[in-house]
C-alpha cells in the first residue's frame, strides 16, 4: 500500500513565524511619522524677505550689463530704456575680443593674483602666529603699529610707493604689481585672533614628541585653521583681480596690463560704446563669479568659523 503524502504547505504559511505578530498581541509598529513642516514666524518671514530683496538688489546691475551687452550698438541709446532686445547680438563680446589682447590680459591678472594671495597668506600667518604664541619685547607696540596700519588709506601711499618700484626697476613687471598688496593688516588681526583660540594643548602634545614651532605651525596650527584661512585666501584673490588703481599705475606697457587696466583701455579707446563697455564687465566678472560659486561654502564656512573663534 502506497505511502500517504503529507499534504501541501502554501508558500505563505512557510513563511518564518518571526515576521507575523503574536496572535491577539496588536503590532508595535505604528504607521511612518509624518514630517512636520517648519514653522514661519513672522521674525523669519520678515528676514527672508531683506534677503530676497538684498540679492535682488545685488543681481540686478549684473542682469542689466548682459542685457546691455547684447544689445547693438544702436539700440542701448534709445529712450525710453527697455530691458527687451529687438535683436540679441553678440557683436559687442567679438568686438571686445578682437581689439584687446584679453588672453594676454587675464594671464598677467592670474599670475599676479596668485602672488599676492600666496604671499599675504604666508606673511600674515607668520605674524599672527608670532604675535599670539611668542612673548618678546614690545609685542604690545607693535601689534598696535600693525592694527594701526588699517586706518591707513591705500592710496595714500601711492606716490612712496611708485617712488620705490620706479628705483628697484620693478614697473611693468610682475613682483611691481603684486608686492604693494601683500601687506594686509586686517588678516593679520583676524588670524590673530583665531590662533589665540586654538587649545594649546594640541601644540603641547606635539612639542613632547619633539615638534619644534615651525613644525607646530604647519602640522598642528594650520590644519585646525583652514576654513579661516581659505576665507582670507579667497577675499585676498577677488581684492588683488579686481583691484584696479594700482596697476593702472604702476603699468605703462599694455602688454604688462591686468584684465581690469586693459578692458579699461579698450572701453576709453573709442568713445562712449555702452555695449561694449557692458560686456567688458561681464568678463571681467565672470571668473569671480566662478570662484565665488566654486567655493561659497568655504566662504560661509571661514566667515563664520572666524566670528566664532575671533
Do not use: H
Not at 544689445?71 to 581689439?99: D, F, M, N, Q
Not at 594649546?200 to 594650520?222: F, Q
Not at 576665507?231 to 584684465?259: K, R, S, Y
Amino acid at each position: 500500500m502506497a505511502a500517504a503524502r503529507p499534504p501541501s504547505v502554501p508558500p505563505s504559511a512557510a513563511r518564518p513565524l518571526a515576521t507575523r505578530p503574536p496572535a491577539g498581541r496588536p503590532s508595535t509598529r505604528g504607521p511612518a511619522p509624518r514630517r512636520r513642516l517648519p514653522r514661519v514666524t513672522v521674525g523669519s518671514a520678515a528676514l527672508y524677505t531683506v534677503a530676497a530683496l538684498a540679492a535682488l538688489a545685488w543681481l540686478l546691475p549684473l542682469l542689466w550689463a548682459i542685457d546691455t551687452s547684447l544689445k547693438p550698438e544702436g539700440e542701448t541709446t534709445l529712450l525710453p530704456v527697455t530691458w527687451s532686445i529687438a535683436e540679441p547680438t553678440l557683436e559687442a563680446y567679438r568686438l571686445v575680443l578682437a581689439r584687446g589682447d584679453l588672453v594676454r590680459w587675464a594671464v598677467n591678472s592670474t599670475v599676479t593674483t596668485v602672488i599676492v594671495t600666496v604671499l599675504t597668506l604666508v606673511l600674515c600667518v607668520l605674524a599672527a602666529y608670532g604675535f599670539s604664541r611668542f612673548d618678546f619685547r614690545g609685542r604690545g607696540w607693535l601689534f598696535a603699529l600693525v592694527i594701526g596700519g588699517i586706518l591707513i588709506p591705500p592710496q595714500t601711499l601711492i606716490v612712496p610707493q611708485f617712488v620705490l618700484m620706479t628705483q628697484l626697476g620693478l614697473v611693468d613687471t610682475y613682483w611691481g604689481v603684486a608686492l604693494p598688496q601683500v601687506v594686509a593688516p586686517v588678516f593679520v588681526f583676524i588670524l590673530k585672533r583665531f590662533f589665540d583660540a586654538v587649545p594649546r594643548e594640541y601644540e603641547d602634545a606635539a612639542r613632547m614628541d619633539g615638534a619644534g614651532p615651525a613644525r607646530i605651525l604647519w602640522s598642528v596650527v594650520l590644519p585646525l585653521s583652514r576654513p579661516v584661512l581659505t576665507a582670507v585666501g579667497i577675499f585676498t584673490f577677488i581684492g588683488a583681480w579686481n583691484n584696479f588703481l594700482w596697476p593702472f599705475i604702476v603699468t605703462t606697457d599694455p602688454e604688462m596690463m591686468t584684465l581690469p587696466v586693459g578692458l579699461g583701455t579698450v572701453a576709453g579707446q573709442y568713445g562712449v560704446q555702452y555695449a561694449q563697455v557692458m560686456a567688458s564687465a561681464v568678463l571681467g566678472a565672470v571668473p569671480l563669479l566662478l570662484v565665488f560659486l566654486l567655493f561659497q561654502k568655504n566662504i560661509v564656512t571661514g566667515v563664520a568659523g572666524a566670528g566664532i573663534k575671533g
